[in-house]
């Protein structure tokens, strides 16, 4: 009965935890790493284990950095059953269709450059997507959803039950029941956890015991501007480019922050004075996934339902334009202001967003408003670090337009938010840390051991023994 961590310990991509329980392993997550100029080897390299080896994956939500590598997994051998809930099992094939489209493209732009500079003369190996279609066709087939609040018993010795996460739609934190002869043990996986009060979504689910808990530490050391002030501060934005007589332009991620920002535009069509902007939802992705979102309102908070049964259809703005083909998109660069551009990639590693940077970041009256984490490497952080220079298809671009961080809006919760969650477990169970930076998990460890927790920062290859754990309580 053990538990080892590979991805997503000691920084914020690649989630990844094997636990043997009963004879068999299972996998954690399984996600892509992000960010950094290493990122295209390190998915390719070998996993630290046999892919055949594994009997089941349980995934707690569809965000690359958490699923990302599931068709590679399978491209390698894997062939066992990917537990998940309804919402994102729906979304799976959405971000996994996509991402191996990008990783095919990429291969293809790396093999025809290589031609350009005489590769065929050269003795190099053809460029290969991580994964393709085929492969992402057959990962699908062995998702198996089960209903959020409910008990699955994927095999002896091994329980698993879903809660709400409150990150994006489908998020769940994972909470395992664990056996062996005489010997049981509750292991509780926080998965990415929300902020409390956030719009549309449930709140994260209040556990009260377990064993042992795997909890993420994004945010660990730091806490978000409040909701009120960050929505103030978007309108400000807004109503400051309408003065500027320039656009906004918004990298988004296509699950969760799209949605969001939709949701705050609806809210407050009235008072932003949206009615004289165009609003643009520029990527195939978000736009399927705000349609999965609009399906799956029993995930819903009040508030958001009470929207979801006034309008037909999501999202509820008369200017909204959505925007399937590239020539939609690139009609979008005529115009010089009052375009409000929402655009997938998230951390601009990629997507559409690129060409809406590369046209807008030079002009001083345009506005870019970073919603979410901006992983090292990425052009997302240089963005955030106000580097007055940066690099869009290989070029350089000059920084003039205003850059904003809007914390408040992130799907990830804060300290506070995390110390919140683990604070309703009673007996304060031994927590280890994942998905967090060095300086933010570390952070988060001192906090929480201030609570009377005994705090662990994961590191790649660690092993916990669970079954040596003192038994501190069970699930009902």
């Known amino acids: 009965m053990e538990l080892e961590f590979y991805g997503a310990a000691g920084e914020v991509t690649g989630s990844c935890h094997r636990l043997r329980v009963a004879g068999r392993q299972v996998l954690l997550d399984c996600g892509l790493v992000q960010g950094g100029r290493d990122a295209m080897r390190r998915n390719r390299d070998p996993f630290p284990f046999e892919a055949s080896a594994i009997d089941a994956v349980i995934l707690s939500h569809t965000h690359v950095d958490h699923c990302g590598r599931l068709p590679l997994l399978v491209k390698r051998g894997y062939r066992g059953p990917i537990y998940t809930n309804p919402a994102c099992r729906d979304l799976l094939p959405i971000l996994l ?115 042992a808990v795997v909890m993420e530490s994004t945010y660990g050391g730091r806490e978000h501007r409040g909701r009120d002030a960050t929505v103030a501060e978007l309108g400000g934005i807004i109503a400051a480019a309408a003065r500027d007589q320039g656009n906004i332009v918004v990298p988004a991620f296509a699950v969760g922050r799209s949605q969001e920002i939709l949701y705050l535009l609806a809210t407050h069509f009235e008072e932003w004075r949206l009615r004289h902007w165009q609003v643009f939802l520029d990527s195939p992705m978000a736009i399927k996934a705000s349609e999965v979102y609009w399906r799956h309102s029993e995930r819903f908070d009040a508030e958001a339902l009470r929207l979801r049964h006034s309008f037909p259809g999501m999202p509820a703005l008369d200017n909204l334009h959505l925007c399937r083909t590239a020539d939609e998109s690139r009609a979008i660069n005529s115009f010089r202001s009052h375009a409000f551009i929402i655009a997938g990639s998230g951390m601009c590693n990629g997507g559409r967003v690129l060409h809406h940077l590369r046209h807008n970041l030079g002009r001083p009256e345009c506005h870019v408003v970073i919603t979410g984490f901006q992983a090292p490497g990425t052009l997302g952080r240089a963005l955030v670090d106000r580097e007055p220079f940066v690099r869009i298809y290989g070029l350089p671009v000059r920084v003039e337009a205003q850059v904003h961080t809007l914390g408040g809006l992130s799907a990830h919760g804060d300290r506070e938010d995390l110390l919140r969650w683990y604070g309703s477990f009673a007996q304060r169970p031994p927590v280890w840390l994942v998905h967090g930076e060095p300086d933010a998990a570390d952070a988060l460890r001192d906090a929480l051991g201030a609570m009377g927790a005994a705090a662990t920062v994961a590191t790649p290859g660690l092993r916990v023994d669970l079954a040596a754990l003192p038994r501190r309580g069970s699930a009902p």
């Open 97 to 211: 269709r996509d991402t191996a489209g990008l990783a095919m493209r990429e291969a293809d732009r790396i093999n025809m450059r290589r031609q350009r500079e005489g590769g065929d003369d050269r003795d190099e190996p053809v460029a290969e997507p991580l994964y393709d279609l085929d492969d992402v066709e057959q990962t699908l087939r062995l998702v198996r959803a089960v209903r959020y609040d409910e008990w699955h018993e994927p095999f002896p010795g091994l329980s698993l039950r879903q809660h709400d996460a409150g990150h994006i739609l489908g998020s769940a934190s994972i909470e395992l029941r664990l056996r062996e002869g005489d010997t049981e043990r509750t292991l509780v996986f926080s998965g990415d956890l929300g902020q409390y009060d956030s719009p549309i979504l449930l709140d994260p689910h209040r556990f009260e015991a377990a064993d």
